[in-house]
């Protein structure tokens, strides 16, 4: 037995002028993958579209609007409809980052907003199958589009399902741009049924979906412990880090999002300061010889490029390359496993630091000159490295073809540690090894989320 979206095709089919056959449908059973927060997609789904009388009126008013060709309308378009529905939410962040403006603990931004995406996502491809609502241009074969229609149902809208989850999320981080962030989310549902690929009633109720999982998300934020105060000391002693307002101390008792806790892959002790182990390290750190390029390359890591953003636009030019772009479910997954993975690792790497409080190679000699300010937290293990290697895994293992040059990207992060001065070989290897132990557990999560 047919159903409606079937049904639809068939008759168009007889035409000629179906836009895809149902074995070409993006992703029919991603409404069932594994979500990060919300308990499953069938949970958040949607009521159901409005019948067909309304469907007419709905295609009436879109004929009209076609019709126009207002080149600001094309614009609109052309802007939202590139990439993945999530790409120009990373973008605003990355652009935020781009231009030094200030976003403590941005990564925590990059996880929710992901997160909120693809899980409204996943809703919405729910709803998507459960509905099957045609296509516009596949209800009324005479709808001439402005762009190609997506090869899934069309009921709730996907690019809204992700706006109303970023616009939200967004307002929660910066709660002065609410209005900004709303008007944008409303546009970028509207770019849609300009098109012609979406009906009104699939974007509003894709806002409208997008809003209500970004509330779950939202509450998960809230109680991650991001906000407690330290009341601390910072402890004294041999091979101890010295300081006043130790950075990140707190996060070893955040909430992971995969890790069963901060210290479940915590690296050994390291040696101490005094043994022959590391002195040899000193003694690198001393006869390194700085020369342009690898004084720029730690100047680039320590640079939000090498810090956030290049990690994503690597991921977005790799889903442009294979098409997953075209493939919003995953996608999302892509950006949320690169965001969530670094916020585990960023958990688990200064659940390490705090253990040991070990101090950095110009605390044991002042005669060290780092290449910038050193980084207001103990040196064991590197955060860069922890950081570089759990993300270069995950990409990795979603773009396989890139594996190699990708691993050497991360490899170079964390050296460039060592070449500013301010961090010990050893500091980068405990934290690549753990950055792998992160991620392969991120990848094992993956590896059984329905996506595979």
Partial sequence: MLSGFGKACA????????????SDLIEPEAGTWKTWVITSGEDFRVPPPPDASAAAAELAQMRDLLAQKDPAAADKITFWDAGSPGYRWIDLVNNRLLENQQIPNAHRVYTYLTMAMYDATIAAWDAKYFYNRPRPSEADATLATALPPPRSPSY??????????????????????TSSFKAMAEEAAQSRVLAGVQFPSDSSAGLELGRRVAEQVIARAKADGSDAKWSGAVPTGPCMWVGNKPANVTMPNWKPIVLAAPDEFRPPAPPDCQSPAVKAEMDAIRQFERKFPNSYKAFYWQSPSGLFTDWYDYASKWMFEDKTDTNPPRAARAYAMLATVYYDAFIASNDGKYAYWYLRPNMLDASITPLFAVPAH????????????????????????HEEFIRAVGKEAGDSRVWAGIHYEMDNRAGAALGKAVAGKFIERAKTDGAD
């Fill in 378 to 401: 103990p040196s064991y293990p590197s955060n860069h490295s922890t950081l570089s290697t759990a993300r270069c895994e995950v990409l990795a293992y979603l773009f396989p073809g």
């Fill in 156 to 177: 709730p809208s996907e690019h809204a399902a992700a706006a109303g989850a970023a616009a939200t999320v967004l307002s929660h981080f910066f709660p002065e741009e």
């Fill in 11 to 22: 008759v168009i089919l007889f035409s000629g002028n179906c836009a895809f056959a149902q």
